[in-house]
């Protein structure tokens, strides 16, 4: 039997790391509980799994040079998440330790969280809940319909093409920017960055956080949107110029914008953006759905069922540099 530590919270396994996959995880070996209430540092990382064979763990705590270096019975270092940034994948490969990450299966969950800032924007439902709740009618505004307004999107991954198929039914026109995607569904309108930014009435980045996507969103981006247009950032924080986006909503350059993520801990929206009267912010909830969840949790699991069967699990990242796989393949 191996020994695992599952580095998520408390509050991490909660809405993370159900019963279902805890209890299948434990029928592969004796698990170890992270029972801190506080997020691990990477040195608290390694006094906790001292020993152990595997590590489970969500975004947070990274996995740095230091935890590879100071774990010599590691095996695998499996990530309940698509995102390793934060995983010093190099040093992890020194040391002959596997990386695997989750598969995305958050695309529906964060297609309908977009869905539903779309029309909190085109509505001001959450101003005027706010207000009722403080005891003021609010004023009554105007709204917008999304029937019949255009969604540009950047990004046109598995997110992307969801959120289209479910705009395209409300009756929306769907202009795509994404330079690596093959577009095959016609009325889903293929365009430069620009062109899309020109054109939008809403406009939503998910496009991966890459060297090349940084800051993407910047001053000259959203000085070529319309002035009533909104943003949404379902994406990364990376993407953004939050100076810029500040700037934009303070002048009037586009009208409003939602946001899920942003520069802040745990890729959670920046407070400053957060409270401006012109947001709509959630604490990095768009994905936090329990089909979502336990779709990442059971990857994990099935990762982790598959290394101690002496197999490459699906989600392998460095497969070719983890020869302390061996271990396990040599006790089949």
């Known amino acids: 039997m191996a020994d695992i530590y599952l ?42 799994a001292a020993g152990c064979d595997v590590i489970v763990a969500p975004r947070i705590p990274a996995a740095t040079a230091e935890v590879f270096d100071h774990l010599p019975q590691l095996v695998a270092y499996c990530r309940g998440a698509v995102d390793i940034r934060n995983i010093d994948v190099a040093a992890a490969s020194r040391n002959g330790v596997l990386v695997t990450r989750a598969t995305p299966g958050f695309a529906a969950s964060v297609a309908e969280w977009v869905l539903a800032a779309m029309f909190d924007l085109s509505r001001g439902i959450s101003d005027a809940a706010l207000a009722y709740r403080n005891g003021i009618v609010p004023a009554v505004r105007m709204g917008r319909e999304l029937r019949g307004a255009t969604l540009g999107v950047a990004g046109y991954g598995t997110i992307g093409q969801y959120l289209c198929r479910i705009a395209q039914a409300l009756g929306m026109k769907i202009v795509v920017a994404d330079p690596y995607a093959s577009i095959i569904e016609p009325s889903h309108v293929a365009a430069s960055f620009e062109a899309m930014l020109a054109q939008s009435d809403f406009v939503v980045c998910l496009a991966p956080a890459t060297a090349e996507t940084a800051q993407l969103f910047n001053a000259a981006a959203f000085a070529k949107m319309q002035a009533s247009a909104f943003f949404i950032n379902a994406s990364r924080g990376e993407l953004v110029d939050e100076a810029a986006l500040l700037q934009a909503l303070d002048h009037g350059v586009i009208l409003a914008a939602a946001l899920d993520v942003g520069m802040a801990p745990d890729q959670m929206p920046s407070p400053l953006l957060a409270r401006h009267p012109r947001v709509i912010a959630t604490p990095h909830i768009g994905g936090l759905t329990p089909q979502a969840a336990e779709h990442q949790a059971m990857d994990t699991v099935h990762q982790v069922a598959a290394i101690l069967a002496g197999r490459l699990p699906q989600g392998a990242v460095n497969a070719d540099q983890s020869h302390r796989l061996a271990r396990f393949s040599a006790a089949q």
Do not use: C, H, I, W
């Open 7 to 48: 580095a998520y919270s408390p509050e991490t396994r909660a809405n993370y790391y159900g019963d279902k996959p805890l209890a299948l995880l434990q029928a592969l070996g004796t698990v170890r509980l992270n029972d801190s209430e506080t997020p691990l540092t990477p040195s608290d990382l390694v006094r906790a």
